[in-house]
């Protein structure tokens, strides 16, 4: 069973800076798995933010939040970032991370298999 556990959500400035984790545990992911950071902001759908391989390559941003945002990866701790710089009011939402049992490239969220409970960003104009 793959669990999921995002931290680091918090109320920031407009400007401001934060930086999100995401735990994965449960199972040894292969290479090709790739890890999604995806948001929802109140009555809107659930949108793509940024993705990465388990290998750590194959990186891949939202326009919205390119040059922004860096999604990393850390082997050791089987952890995956989402640097978060420059932030804007539209940026505040719930924030999610994702796994995709697959080599697919895909932004959908209904790809994807096995998701965290969220953290919540706000960020104040």
């Known amino acids: 069973q793959v669990q999921l556990v995002e931290s680091g959500g918090g109320l920031v400035q407009a400007g401001d800076s934060l930086r999100l984790s995401c735990v994965a545990s449960?199972?040894?992911?292969?290479?090709?798995?790739?890890m999604g950071w995806f948001r929802q902001a109140p009555g809107k759908e659930r949108e793509f933010v940024a993705r990465i391989r388990w290998s750590g390559d194959n990186t891949y941003y939202a326009d919205s939040v390119k040059g922004r945002f860096t999604i990393s990866r850390d082997n050791a701790k089987t952890t995956v970032y989402l640097q978060m710089n420059s932030l804007k009011p539209e940026d505040t939402a719930v924030y999610y991370c994702?796994?995709?049992?697959?080599?697919?490239?895909?932004?959908?969220?209904?790809?994807?298999?096995?998701w965290g409970q969220g953290t919540q960003v706000t960020v104040s104009s």
């Open positions: 449960g199972r040894t992911f292969p290479a090709w798995y790739t």
């Open positions: 994702a796994v995709l049992r697959s080599a697919q490239i895909t932004t959908s969220p209904s790809a994807y298999d096995y």
